[in-house]
């Protein structure tokens, strides 16, 4: 690992990142993206809340009824199924109140030309979404709750995901699970090109690619045991 997450030094890069990114967005020229790539560590994950529960949808069948509370449309849904990802389902009671998504297999990013390869070290978790009305509640740890218990399943000590730079709120919870910072993701793309631009572990690689062939980040290195 490289360093404990500190949101507040990440907050001026996450503003310059926003503001390229809304300024290409405005001009239609191409989309700009920069991403914290982290490390959750189980240790670091709060026990189930009383009163909630979780289970596991592997298949589409078993997702769709929750489909209103997960966040993604049914496409992207079956997408990541398809992929190896299974959908981890908070409920309260009967009542699902959100999803998280986790997997051991190579993951496509949603947002740019990126798979994310644990190489079997760790899980990468992506897609964590809580219904509106349910915000307020302990639904987050409900969701991390899961989170854990699948890690212990699999063995793993580590859960890895991206948090985009500007995202201030996501950094600051991930923050209290005592997150580590373990690298930097950054793509441009235009057209149908894209430059990426990845700081793992204090590796840098360089990809320059079309959008249809994504580059394989290799995250092992970054992961302690």
């Not at 405005?26 to 026990?47: D, E, K, Q």
């Not at 998280?100 to 070290?121: F, H, M, N, Q």
């Not at 009305?133 to 854990?148: M, V, Y």
């Not at 209290?176 to 993701?185: E, I, K, N, P, T």
């Amino acid at each position: 690992m490289t360093a404990r997450l500190n949101p507040d030094l990440l907050h001026r890069p996450g503003l310059a990142a926003y503001r390229l990114s809304r300024a290409l967005a405005l001009s239609r020229i191409g989309s700009w993206h920069s991403y914290a790539v982290i490390a959750t560590p189980r240790a670091g994950m709060p026990a189930m809340p009383k009163g909630y529960s979780y289970r596991i949808a592997a298949h589409m069948g078993e997702f769709e009824a929750v489909a209103g509370v997960a966040g993604v449309d049914l496409a992207v849904a079956q997408r990541r199924l398809d992929d190896g990802c299974v959908c981890l389902i908070a409920s309260r009671g009967a009542a699902p109140v959100g999803v998280t998504w986790i997997s051991l297999k190579p993951v496509r990013e949603d947002e740019i030309a990126a798979l994310y390869d644990c190489g079997g070290r760790a899980a990468w978790d992506l897609g964590l979404h809580i219904a509106p009305e349910h915000r307020a509640s302990r639904a987050f740890a409900a969701l991390w709750a899961a989170t854990g218990d699948w890690l212990d399943m699999h063995g793993l000590a580590w859960s890895l995901s991206r948090i985009a730079l500007y995202n201030a709120a996501s950094l600051r919870a991930h923050a209290r699970l005592d997150a580590q910072l373990v690298g930097r993701v950054q793509a441009l793309q235009i057209g149908r090109l894209q430059w990426l631009r990845a700081t793992i572990g204090g590796q840098t690689t360089l990809h320059l690619s079309g959008i249809a062939r994504p580059p394989k980040l290799a995250l092992a290195a970054a992961i302690m045991v």
